[in-house]
């Protein structure tokens, strides 16, 4: 039987193997797009399940069969909220009265030597900031970008605190805006006790019961401060949000 030499063949040339290689895995991702658009998207929070959910149990329910633990008691929810707000760097301090907030609110603004602060129209946000006597840029009614940069804290309230990740849940509707999580480089977040829930499918179902079906262009679950690994998997704070995370309860 003759060989067919194929050395010098222009198929073999890297130039047009490389060409039918990446054409090959083109093909290849272009047609798992296309079967992937012939499954209809779940129902948010369905985790998988493409059905209607027509009963009163909400879909996020049987979640908590796999998710962790978070205790029976408020005592226990609270403690494991600062525990896992501690493990994210984040600071969390619960307090019995108005009066202690605000000797707190004092001392992170002396310590840190805050000249301005930004933050939004709020009973909380309102209390705080009139408590800290600092120059304020407000947000719910447009602001001076100039202005927000110049601010060492943002000051907001929360919709919710998560005992099961120590996280914090934030709308633009709660926080005034998307600004003010954002940019200055501390966000001080002021909740009342009672705004602890205990795990992640309370949280969703919270969202539900408070804005469904008119929910907020924005919300956001914060664990912690800003943070990247991306170099040498060394954690650096700060990198793409604010660099500290202060949580106030009473």
């Given amino acids: 039987m003759r060989r067919l ?21 083109r093909e290849n991702i272009l047609g798992r797009i ?5 499954v209809a ?22 979640a908590r069969e796999w998710l962790p633990s978070v205790g029976a008691s408020v005592e226990e929810q609270f403690a494991l909220f600062a ?7 984040a600071d969390f301090q619960l307090f019995a009265s108005r009066e202690e907030l605000k000797a707190a609110l004092l001392k992170l603004r002396d310590a840190e030597k805050w000249s301005r602060i930004a933050s939004h129209d709020g009973e909380l946000t309102d209390f705080a900031c009139k408590a800290l006597g600092l120059p304020v840029t407000i947000t719910d009614h447009g602001y001076d970008v100039q202005e927000m940069e110049k601010c ?7 919709d919710a605190l998560i005992a099961q990740t120590g996280g914090v849940v934030v709308t633009n509707r709660s926080a005034g805006g998307r600004a003010l999580s954002v940019l200055p480089p501390h966000h ?4 009342r006790r009672e705004q602890l829930v205990a795990d992640l499918p309370a949280a969703f179902a919270f969202l539900q019961q408070k804005y469904a079906p008119d929910y907020p262009s ?3 679950f914060i664990t912690g401060p800003s943070r990247t690994g991306d170099i040498e998997r060394i954690l650096v704070l700060g990198a793409h949000g604010p660099k500290k995370l202060t949580v106030l309860c009473f």
């Fill in 34 to 38: 296309r079967e992937a658009l012939k």
């Fill in 152 to 158: 060492d804290a943002g000051i907001t309230e929360c």
């Fill in 41 to 62: 998207a779940p129902l948010p929070g369905s985790h998988g399940d493409t059905s209607v959910h027509t009963s009163a149990e909400p879909p996020t329910s049987h």
């Fill in 188 to 191: 001080v977040v002021i909740a």
């Fill in 5 to 25: 030499n194929l050395k010098n063949n222009w198929l073999e040339t890297p130039y047009v193997v490389s060409y039918i290689f990446k054409m090959s895995e």
């Fill in 83 to 89: 525990k896992n707000a501690a493990d994210l760097k």
């Fill in 218 to 220: 924005m919300i956001s």
